[in-house]
């Protein structure tokens, strides 16, 4: 996922339910988390569907070490939460420290949040960007954040929320806070990724996202085509099958080579369909990242094979780590 400019930081990875949003978000973690790279992986829905990917107790709000990444990186999750969230924004900008805690055991958290309820996506928001710009001995204490978004149906909002609080709040630190997580978000420091099957519903829902980030001034990425099977389409004959059936041994009566012949061409309007909605997302002038089905599902092993197909796709994301003291090119104005 190379770009010109610079190199995304934070990716958001967006997609309707049931396209594997969340698993193609944990592939590429573990695609960017190359050589001496740490990649911080949050979710923020609290639906904890990355720790069973990788085999792991459900994440904790503090960021937790959780795999390996390939070549050798370092992978990290996190399950953002807005209550926490808001602790530690009532500390940072009010040093309230402990009192913070005590409006929380009387509610006043969940108060703020139900009255204001843009303020939670705010909160998530601004844990993010914290998560991008935070440095650690002289150098970013991650090369890339990826997070596991919510549904294309809402990924305008979440992302735009800054932008709108940013315009209530002129002053002070609710809009200084919100005004700085509006330029990370709206630069290219950031890559919002969408994620669909090859089906004409999340094709269309796709697409529709696309257009609705594009109309956002928000930054699109790549598509990424996940649970494809088989390879473009191959003619095949009657006599072509019965004849390898008897060169194999195996029954070539007329009922054999027309069952199999009957379920190859299904198989092939299955393939001639995947390639229609490709064509159809290929037209957003995007790069479209494909991803293999896997039948047995998603296990440990399957998650580093798909890591290994977007890291075909991921080597302008790589650099070496940052000299002491420096920020990546952007980093600085987006805060």
Known sequence: MSATGPVPRLHVVTGKGGTGKTTAAAALALALAGTGRRVLLAEIEGRQGIAPLFDAAPLPYAERHLAAGLDG?????????????????????????SAGRVLRRFGAIDFATTIAPGLRDILLTGKLKE??????????????VVLDGPPTGRIVKFLNVTVESGRLAKTGPIGRHSRSVARLLHSSLTAVHLVTTPAAMPVQETIDAHDELE????PVGHVILNKVVGSGTVDVTAEQLRDGLARSGLPAD???????????????????AIDAHRDRLERLGRPVDELALLPEGVDLSGLYDLARTLRRSTGGLRRSPLRPGAAPEGVRDAQ
């Open 254 to 272: 007329e009922d054999a080579v027309a069952a199999l012949l009957a379920e190859y061409r299904t198989g092939q309007d299955e393939i001639a």
């Open 131 to 144: 998560a991008v710009s935070r440095t650690e001995s002289g150098r970013m204490a991650y090369d890339a």
């Open 215 to 218: 109309a956002a001034d928000l």
């Open 73 to 97: 990186g370092e992978v990290f999750g996190q399950a953002v939460d807005a209550d926490e969230a808001l602790l530690d924004y009532l500390t940072m900008f009010y040093r309230l420290g």
